[in-house]
């Protein structure tokens, strides 16, 4: 079965940089990309980008262009999200999530990682 | 402000139907983009509910169905259940903003 498995929780500074890991298994990862959707608590969905598995191709939302980096290690079946200088309304939970290219949703979503920016 | 707009909360007595409204504009629902469901339980993670307006994934209850008309869709859940306190999120993609978009959430009670 499908499943992603992102890495645990973080606590940065502002100014500091976040990297969180999704490890994809039960199906073949290059077929498909994964998306990044971050949630502040207590909110809403917010997505946050989404890179091609296959080709590396990656979009980020226009907010966080120039902070966000996404990138992937087909040998590992894992994503990379990188998002530097951060600042305190980053605090969320960033989830990843499998979008078949051929459709507009996510199917499957990883547990969550809860990043806290805080001084 | 979500581009897509849902109301923030319904509310039900188990068996009850309730009805989950998901308004959007001509850059978005309106111009013809698929609307798709979410339910996300207290403290987890979001879970695929509807696809594609009307599709259930594998292992979705019938109780829950989808439809979409214009710029609007909805989200039905009949024989309400407790399980079936959740939020729900309406997702659609915009072209004008090249993104895609959430609505804000309804969180459904069970009185």
């Known amino acids: 079965q499908v499943q992603l498995v992102q890495s645990a929780a973080e606590v940065k500074k502002p100014g500091a940089s976040v990297k969180v890991s999704c490890r994809a298994s039960?199906?073949?990862?290059?077929?498909?990309?994964i998306a990044w959707v971050r949630q502040v608590p207590g909110q809403g969905l917010e997505w946050v980008g989404w890179?091609?598995?296959?080709?590396?191709?990656?979009v980020s939302a226009q907010r966080l262009q120039g902070r966000l980096t996404m990138t992937t290690d087909t040998f590992r079946s894992t994503a990379y999200m990188v998002l530097t200088n951060l600042r305190s309304d980053d605090t969320a939970v960033y989830y990843c999530?499998?979008?078949?290219?051929?459709?507009?949703?996510?199917?499957?979503w990883g547990q969550g990682t809860l990043v806290t920016v805080s001084s | 402000q979500s581009v897509l707009t849902q109301p923030p909360s319904v509310s039900g007595a188990p068996g009850q139907r309730v009805t989950i409204s998901c308004t959007g504009g001509?850059?978005?629902?309106?111009?013809?983009?698929?609307v798709h469901w979410y339910q996300q339980l207290p403290g987890a993670a979001p879970k695929l509910l509807i696809h594609?307006?009307?599709n259930r994934p594998a292992g979705v209850p019938d109780r829950f169905s989808g439809s979409k008309s214009g710029a609007s869709a909805s989200l039905a859940i009949t024989g309400l259940l407790a399980e079936d306190e959740a939020d729900y999120y309406c997702?659609?993609?915009?072209?004008?903003?090249?993104?895609?978009?959430f609505g804000g959430g309804t969180k459904v009670t069970v009185l």
């Open positions: 001509s850059s978005n629902i309106g111009t013809g983009y698929d």
């Open positions: 890179i091609s598995a296959g080709n590396g191709n990656s």
């Open positions: 594609g307006n009307t």
């Open positions: 999530a499998r979008w078949v290219v051929s459709a507009t949703y996510f199917d499957f």
């Open positions: 997702q659609s993609y915009d072209s004008g903003l090249s993104a895609w978009v």
């Open positions: 039960g199906y073949t990862f290059t077929n498909d990309a």
